[in-house]
Structures are given as C-alpha cells and as structure tokens.
C-alpha cells in the first residue's frame, strides 16, 4: 500500500512530514488533537472553467452500473467532452446538499481531505468542487510524465483523462488523530469507486492506479507541500 502507510514504493518527504506534523499535534503518543483545518493553499491559476451541471439521471440502473464496471486499460484516443469530465468529477467529490457542503463521497468528520486534479491533453486542472469549477494549473500535457510516475504505467499515458486523488492529512488529524490515515484512505476508495462507477454510467472505461512514486508525481504536478497523492484513476473511451 502506498501513501500514507509506507510500501514498496514510499515518499521519504511525505513520511517525514507525516511525523512531524503527529508529533506536533501530540498525535504520536495517543492525543488526539483538535483545532481549525488547514487553510487552502495558495494556486497559480491560470483560468477557471465553470463546468455543466452535473446530471442526477442515467440510462442505467445502480444495478446495472455496478454489474458492467470493470477495469479497462486500453483506450481509444477520443477526447472527453467538458461534460463528461465535469460528471466525472463531480461523482468523486461533488457538493450534493449546498447548504450543509455535503459532497458524493462520505467523510469522516465532513472534513473532506480530498483534492482531485485532472490530467488531460489540454494541461492540469483542479477541481473546485464549490461552484462545480476546474481550475487551470498549466498547460503542458503531462500524461505521459505522469505514467512513469505511476509505475510505468501505460494506460495512464494512454487515457484520455487521468484523475489524481490527494489527500491533506491534517484536515482530518485535526479531529480524528492518527485514525486520520486510515479514514483518509478509506475516503479515497469511495470517491475512486463513484468516479468509476459514473465512468461505466456515461459508456467509459477506466481503471484504478495505487503504485506510484509519489514524490515524483507531487513534484511533477506541483503540489502543495501538504498535499500526497493517493490514487490515479485512468479513464476515456474503451478501445
């Protein structure tokens, strides 16, 4: 398991943060600490995109999406419509109850830890998920870098979308302590399991990354030092 829970492949940068930040918040020796979430980073952001409402409706039952989701690694060189990454992104971490915030994917806390980036041809963007935006972080089609980050990985080089899971483990430590970790980890399960799930729905394929070299990969997309990739989640249209 890659992450916050060291493996085969770990992120010296990220495990050192990690302890000190627990240790700093007394996490380490069995307090929990409690306090405000940290505040947003600071992003150069090159434009913004309102997205299309997402749609609440399908062709398909659950039933039926869930009978037909499996992973797919060849895709066609089709590009997806700002409609369908729009969809997409909204299944993983869309805000479904406006007043309250409350999103798609549960969360410990209603903390919501996650950040999700779309990698695509046309350059990085971050997902907003107040006001259902993309932030566009650069213009370079990073893909293929991206694949050597996640292990070699073709399909990821190949997909016409790649999202990219992160998590802040200090929104969640805040309240939870070192029970963070597992939390945040489960929480990027769900919001990778409804991405894929709305994938089969629109008629895409797509398939689930966990190797990675992940300071390799938070370099290349120039994350916030707070902020570690947890999951890729490669996506387009079936070849």
């Not at 729009?86 to 993983?92: D, E, F, K, T, V």
């Not at 945040?184 to 990778?192: K, N, R, Y």
């Not at 290349?220 to 989640?233: A, D, I, K, R």
Request: contains cysteine.
């Amino acid at each position: 398991m890659t992450g916050f829970i060291s493996g085969a492949i770990t992120s010296t940068r990220k495990v050192e943060r990690r302890t000190a930040l627990l240790s700093a918040c007394g996490l380490l020796s069995g307090g929990v600490g409690f306090g405000q979430p940290s505040v947003q980073p600071v992003r150069r952001i090159l434009s913004e995109i309102t997205l299309p409402s997402p749609q609440t409706t399908s062709k398909l039952t659950l039933e039926e999406v869930l009978a037909r989701r499996r992973s797919v690694r060849r895709f066609a060189p089709q590009a997806l419509a700002v409609s369908e990454i729009g969809q997409l992104m909204w299944a993983g971490q869309g805000i479904t109850d406006a007043p309250r915030g409350f999103r798609t994917a549960p969360s410990a806390g209603a903390l919501y830890p996650l950040e999700l980036y779309a990698v695509t041809p046309y350059g990085l963007y971050h997902y907003v998920p107040r006001g259902h935006r993309l932030q566009r972080l650069g213009m370079e089609d990073l893909r293929r870098a991206l694949a050597k980050a996640a292990a070699d990985q073709d399909c990821v080089g190949e997909a016409s979308l790649d999202i990219v899971v992160a998590g802040v483990l200090e929104r969640t430590a805040v309240k939870y302590g070192e029970r963070a970790e597992q939390y945040i980890l489960l929480e990027a399960g769900h919001a990778a399991q409804n991405i894929l799930l709305e994938a089969t729905a629109l008629g895409l394929g797509g398939v689930a990354i966990g190797a990675m070299y992940e300071d390799q990969l938070a370099e290349l997309l120039s994350f916030p030092e707070e902020e570690e990739p947890l999951y890729v989640l490669a996506l387009g249209h079936p070849r």
